[in-house]
């Protein structure tokens, strides 16, 4: 079985502009979670989506947004980009009943620059 | 609000080294703790899960154990092997907030 796959596995783009990070899960998996880390930090929580709905969300601000589509693969976009949003941005994958106490199951993640 | 620590920040040793990986955490109402390992650039991947009603999990040369009285979990790694060397990052599952809160991470190098 394919793993979590995520696209463009770099982007560089800049301030102001918007971006749309693509994520498929593991096949079978309905829960998909995004997380941003910042170069030497561990992954901060972002969203949580479970059968096409919200599960949970951090604390980003409103210029971030996301979705799951039908066949459970999910967006991220962030809008305005600030030269702060530097970072990769991991998508993870879990089976069950799509609480984050599952087992995770990360992406090789996308890496975004903003100049 | 729960966080995550994790000591030491960098950790060096000669191959064939028994070590072990600190992770504290705030929240006595953690679910569970996973631990993951990530390679420089790349996504993260799942070591060990440990459920708050166990004590701890292995799999092959790592266990990991877990005491939530004292809000402490480890990673033990046995015979280091080079091919170990990158960063360990844990992270718990707390019932009250729904989240996992990740540490900052452990960067390993194992010397040949």
């Known amino acids: ?115 | 609000k729960q966080e995550v620590t994790q000591i030491p920040a960098a950790l060096s040793v000669p191959e064939g080294e028994n070590l072990v990986l600190n992770c504290s955490f705030t929240d006595s109402a953690i679910y569970n703790l996973q631990w993951f390992r990530q390679d420089p650039g790349k996504g993260l991947t799942s070591l060990l899960l440990i459920q708050s009603s166990q004590r701890e999990q292995t799999s092959g040369r790592l266990n990991a154990s877990l005491d939530k009285s004292s809000g402490r979990s480890t990673l033990y790694i046995a015979a280091s092997q080079p091919g170990d060397s990158a960063t360990y990052l844990c992270a718990g599952f707390s019932s009250n907030t729904g989240k996992l809160i990740f540490g900052q991470g452990t960067t390993l190098q194992v010397k040949p």
């Open chain 1, 1 to 115: 079985d394919a793993g979590v796959t995520q696209s463009p596995t770099h982007l560089i783009k800049t301030r102001g502009q918007h971006v749309t990070l693509r994520c498929s899960p593991i096949s079978g998996h309905k829960s998909v979670s995004w997380y941003q880390q910042v170069l030497g930090q561990g992954p901060q929580f972002i969203f949580q989506y479970y059968e096409k709905e919200e599960r949970g969300r951090g604390n980003f601000p409103d210029r971030f947004s996301a979705r799951q589509f039908p066949n459970y693969s999910s967006e991220l976009n962030v809008n305005a980009l600030l030269l702060g949003d530097s970072a990769l941005y991991l998508c993870a994958s879990s089976r069950t009943s799509g609480r984050l106490a599952d087992t995770q199951y990360f992406g090789p993640g996308t890496r975004l620059t903003v100049l």
